[in-house]
């Protein structure tokens, strides 16, 4: 599985639970521009984590919410994919 269709993935799966269209992958999922609620995220990384069959909580260890954009997760999913040592 590459970046892009983690990409795909995670819009997708955004949208399923939160009926909001991503179109800017770099802009954070917190802020004004999608409004989506750190309730509506744990739904989102959770059903992430059953899509990958990979645990996400590595992705908030060492990371603030700036990390929430569907560049970095799909970065920090694919790094946990394919070498478990994310690079954020």
């Known amino acids: 599985m590459d970046q892009e269709n983690l990409k795909n993935i995670i819009v997708q799966t955004i949208y399923e639970i939160t009926n909001v269209e991503v179109t800017d ?10 409004g989506i609620s750190p309730v ?8 992430l984590e059953a899509q990958v069959d990979t645990p996400l909580f590595g992705l908030f260890e060492k990371n603030d919410h700036g ?19 994310p690079i954020l």
């Open 25 to 34: 992958h770099h802009i954070n999922l917190l802020s004004n521009t999608y």
């Open 40 to 47: 509506d995220l744990l739904y989102i990384i959770d059903s």
């Open 67 to 85: 990390v929430v954009t569907v560049s970095n997760l799909s970065q920090h999913i694919y790094q946990l994919l394919h070498s478990k040592q």
